[in-house]
């Protein structure tokens, strides 16, 4: 799921380098993601924080 996959939302990343390297970036999430090649999956931990950094993000752009 994490080559092509948001870890996220599950919606399709797009693949984006720009000079400092490599990214993968979700139009759904609209978050980047760094490039996920070799690394292990995110902790619950981790997940957790991202879900409710981007549902904060959420309510602030509805006020």
């Known amino acids: 799921m994490w080559s092509n996959s ?4 599950g919606n399709a ?4 380098a720009r000079r400092k390297g490599v990214y993968w970036f979700c139009t ?23 879900e409710s950094m981007l549902n ?3 309510v602030r752009s509805r006020t």
């Open 6 to 9: 948001c870890p996220c939302c």
């Open 13 to 16: 990343l797009l693949r984006h």
């Open 28 to 50: 759904s999430c609209y978050q980047e993601m760094m490039p996920l090649n070799g690394v292990q999956s995110p902790s619950p931990f981790d997940t957790m924080n991202l």
């Open 56 to 58: 904060s993000n959420r």
